[in-house]
């Protein structure tokens, strides 16, 4: 199928049991009045933008948040179904549901399941209580393994789980037991991702009295990711992210390979192929325009044919696989060596970067250091 002719939709549901330490995105605490009438307005937006989306084809959806398993199991399902109704969902789309553990009991998992999701996303961030703690998270890892153990034999097969590494007072050694523990689960996706610390959170407040692993133990444990988790049939495909094979988030992957994106819900991104935008982050305007999609609209972003042919080369090296040469001169009209030779260049020779007849990529050395090498493709 055309990357024109498919479409992928994010579904965003802002809220959480509690504000973690580290979270600076768009998600709080609702009461359950709240809940409900911002879902009423989701599902109004659903069925009033099913216009744009046309005959495309949607290859996968995806509920994220904030934590979607805040809300009960049956309105998960009843969104979906909405879903379904006014668009052109493939047989085999990738309905992945992002779930907190401690959010969503056996028999929830079960009528989740039975309701057409079929790829769970778990945040875990760490197995140590400590780190839990310190990030401020609601669960332990023994909530996990519970939450865990309830999706599988709800029949969940496809079953990813986030770790957080760079934490404060973490070492790789620390690290490498989250991810053996992990790596050891008979799970089929798992993303590693470092903190980050954003201003504004509580995290950011203390920082002065925590102390961060060096740029040295950083690398290191960025290392260990791909050592570890192999030794457990895992290989990395993106920066972050590691897969069993054939189990690759679709749902990202299609973002970083530029299939369009509608995105539904508060604050929600959406991407046609040429221009980027996204929903109001006010509730309340939320709520009132939410039938008049184009009156949600904020931070329209037309992209020029340099901002594509840039963005084309930024998501396509975070994945292992990089870019093709060829598909890039297809796309634009234009030859790679002519718009980013100089740049890669540079990375090639030092052995950042390596190229085949068709491909270019980061190679392991490149990827530790990716935010620096994927700044030099920016328009
Ligand atoms: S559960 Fe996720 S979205 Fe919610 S506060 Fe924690 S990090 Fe943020």
């Known amino acids: 199928m055309n990357v024109k002719d498919s479409l992928e939709l994010y579904i965003h549901i802002p809220f959480c049991v509690k504000k973690c330490a580290y979270c600076d995105f768009l998600s709080f605490p609702a009461e359950e009045a709240d809940r409900l009438r911002y879902t009423e307005a989701l599902k109004r937006e659903i069925t009033a933008r099913a216009e744009e989306a046309g005959d495309r084809r949607v290859t996968s959806i995806f509920f994220g948040g904030g934590t979607p398993t805040v809300l009960p199991a049956e309105e998960l399902v009843r969104i979906l179904t909405l879903v379904k109704e006014y668009y052109q969902v493939e047989e085999d789309a990738e309905i992945t549901l992002e779930a907190n553990p401690g959010t969503v009991s056996e028999a929830g998992f079960v009528k989740l399941r039975r309701g057409g999701f079929n790829r769970l996303s778990f945040g875990l961030q760490s197995t140590r209580a400590a780190e839990l703690a310190l990030l401020g998270r609601i669960h332990s890892y023994g909530d996990f393994l519970e939450a865990l153990d309830g999706a599988k034999k709800a029949g969940f097969v ?104 509608l995105g539904l819900g508060l604050g929600a991104s959406s991407y046609t ?107």
């Not at 920082?207 to 192999?230: K, N, Q, T, V």
């Not at 990202?252 to 390979?257: A, H, I, K, S």
């Not at 931070?299 to 084309?312: F, G, H, N, R, W």
């Not at 068709?358 to 050395?365: A, F, M, P, Q, V």
């Open 158 to 261: 496809n079953i990813s789980a986030d770790l957080m590494f760079a934490l404060p007072g973490q070492d790789r050694r620390s690290f490498a037991e989250s991810l053996q523990r992990v790596g050891a689960l008979e799970l089929t996706h798992i993303s590693a991702y470092s903190l980050i610390l954003e201003e504004g959170t509580p995290l950011y407040a203390r920082r002065d009295s925590l102390s961060f692993p060096s740029e040295e133990e950083y690398a290191g444990m960025y290392e260990d990711c791909a050592a570890i988790l192999s030794a457990y049939g895992f290989s990395r495909y993106e920066i972050s992210n590691y897969e069993k094979e054939g189990f690759a988030c679709r749902h990202n992957t299609g973002y970083w390979t530029g299939i369009p994106y």
């Open 273 to 379: 192929g040429d221009c980027r935008f996204r929903n109001t982050r006010s509730m309340a305007a939320y709520l009132e325009r939410a039938a008049k999609p184009a009156l949600l609209k904020e931070d329209v972003q037309l992209l020029t044919e340099e901002d594509a042919m840039s963005e084309y080369m930024i998501l396509g090296l975070r994945l292992a696989e990089g870019v093709s040469i060829t598909e890039f001169a297809r796309r634009f009209g234009r030859e790679f060596d002519e718009i980013f030779g100089a740049a890669a260049e540079r990375y090639l020779r030092t052995g950042f970067m390596e190229r085949t007849k068709d491909r270019i990529r980061l190679t392991d050395k490149g990827f530790p250091v990716s935010n620096y090498i994927l700044a030099d493709f920016m328009p």
